[in-house]
């Protein structure tokens, strides 16, 4: 019997930044906190285009 994928769930919110909770900051985020305790929390995440407008 093969193993079933994995459920991914990509998470963006335009000009959060990394101002959460989850990366360490006061903004509490309790169910953004639950998912990147439960799942994977990318600290170094970079991205070929603009994604962002500061």
């Known amino acids: 019997m093969s193993a079933s994928p994995p459920n991914i769930v990509f ?4 000009n959060t930044g990394r101002f959460i909770e989850p990366y360490g900051h006061a903004v509490p985020t309790p ?10 929390l990318f ?5 070929a285009a603009p994604s962002c407008s500061l």
């Open 11 to 14: 998470l963006h919110a335009h």
């Open 31 to 40: 169910n953004l906190m639950k998912m990147a305790r439960e799942g994977a």
């Open 43 to 47: 600290r170094r995440a970079f991205s």
